[in-house]
Nanobody, 114 residues
Framework: ARLVESGGGLVQPGGSLRLSCAAS????????TSWYRQVPGKERERVAA????????DYADSVKGRFTISRDNYKNELYLSMNALKPEDTAVYYC????????WGQGTPVTVSS
């Protein structure tokens, strides 16, 4: 079972990015998935979560109205669309699947800076 994130990078404040997470080695469509982020020296923070079929979604207060989580169970992919990015959104972003004790990707860095 594996998760691989992509799409991170450097963006100016107010800009947008779309992160992707490709899943393999397990039945992706059966499991809830989430995006987390982590800044060095701080705990990993859950940003957004989505159920296996996308019928329930939850966001951290800090990203509500700016970020959108979605998934494509045919492509085995999870997405995070990020708009109106702020410097405080700078972090390494990880996808997570609730398979057994949990599967993490390797992370993709996002830097919001002018």
């Amino acid at each position: 079972a594996r998760l691989v994130e992509s799409g991170g990078g450097l963006v100016q404040p107010g800009g947008s990015l779309r992160l992707s997470c490709a899943a393999s080695g397990f039945d992706f469509g059966r499991y809830a998935t989430s995006w987390y982020r982590q800044v060095p020296g701080k705990e990993r923070e859950r940003v957004a979560a989505i159920t296996s079929i996308g019928d329930s979604i939850d966001y951290a207060d800090s990203v509500k109205g700016r970020f959108t989580i979605s998934r494509d169970n045919y492509k085995n992919e999870l997405y995070l669309s990020m708009n109106a990015l702020k410097p405080e959104d700078t972090a390494v972003y990880y996808c997570f699947a609730l398979v057994g004790s949990g599967i993490w990707g390797q992370g993709t860095p996002v830097t919001v800076s002018s």
